[in-house]
């Protein structure tokens, strides 16, 4: 499924992340993997499908 590459990157920068990788996944749809600063300290990443619906985000310090 193709996505237009400037849609997508609006969509982050919306969301104030930075897309870092475009993942291959078994049904053909791509996912995105996205990075965020959360302050001073935090640091969050998650993986969205190619609708934009996370799939999997994590909170790091």
Same mark, same amino acid.
């Given at each position: 499924?193709?996505?237009?590459?400037?849609?997508?990157?609006?969509?982050?920068?919306?969301?104030? =992340?930075?897309?870092? $990788?475009?993942?291959?996944? &078994? #049904? +053909?749809?791509? =996912?995105?993997?996205? $990075?965020?600063?959360?302050? &001073? #300290? +935090?640091?969050?990443?998650?993986?969205?499908?190619?609708?934009?619906?996370?799939?999997?985000?994590?909170?790091?310090?």
């Amino acid at each position: 499924m193709a996505i237009d590459r400037r849609e997508f990157l609006r969509a982050f920068a919306a969301l104030g =992340a930075m897309p870092i $990788a475009t993942l291959a996944r &078994a #049904d +053909g749809a791509p =996912a995105f993997v996205a $990075a965020k600063m959360d302050g &001073a #300290d +935090g640091f969050s990443v998650a993986v969205l499908d190619h609708a934009g619906i996370i799939l999997f985000s994590e909170e790091l310090d």
